[in-house]
């Protein structure tokens, strides 16, 4: 099983489970307070309330930061094209601003040929760099030809693996 990602869409893995499971281990949530029944911020343990995330440490999220050709970089390097999530082992895309394959601001929708049950998804219903090519499928062609951070097997994540990369920690933006 590829353990590389593209980090495109929550909504297209939670509407389409069943695509493979995570690689490697579990995150952490970034929580470091316990909760009961009717309030947050809590210190831990919370009796009634065993087992909470914040009682094992904030030690789940450790990055790797890698350069074009899938080498590490520093911690403090500022300018890397992908991260290997040293939890789980799989490997996410960094987003760019060239307007090149991989801006941040090009949309791509769902769509998977061969998918189960007659359903493949939009073909090429999204808005990007090269017209024709703006679905997840040919997404994933495209990099994988390009050879992104050294590796040609990413495939879109699930819904479990883009959660295992949320920091629950950080409050939501309004």
């Known amino acids: 099983m590829p353990r590389f990602l593209l980090l495109i869409a ?3 893995s939670a509407l389409f ?5 995570s690689a490697g281990g579990l995150n952490d949530t970034g929580i470091t307070t316990c909760s009961n029944a009717t309030q947050n911020g ?9 087992g909470q995330d914040a009682e094992y440490g904030t030690n789940g999220f ?8 899938g080498n590490a970089l520093p911690a403090s ?12 082992g799989l490997v996410w895309e960094v987003k760019t ?13 769902w769509y998977d040929s061969s998918a ?10 999204g808005t990007c760099h090269d017209t024709g090519r703006c679905d997840t499928e040919k997404f994933t062609l495209d990099v994988n030809t390009a050879g992104l951070c050294g590796f040609h097997d990413w495939r879109m994540p699930n819904l479990k693996e883009l959660v295992g990369i949320v920091d ?7």
């Open 10 to 12: 929550l909504l297209a």
């Open 116 to 125: 189960p049950g007659g359903n493949p998804g939009t073909a090429s219903g």
């Open 17 to 21: 489970p069943g695509l493979p499971a």
């Open 42 to 50: 809590l210190p831990c343990p919370v009796a009634g309330f065993p």
């Open 77 to 88: 390097a500022t300018n890397h094209t992908c991260v290997l999530d040293n939890v789980t």
């Open 97 to 109: 601003a060239d307007g090149g394959l991989r801006d941040q601001k090009w949309t791509y929708t």
């Open 168 to 174: 629950y920690s950080i409050p939501r933006r309004s």
């Open 62 to 69: 450790n990055f790797t930061k890698l350069d074009a050709s």
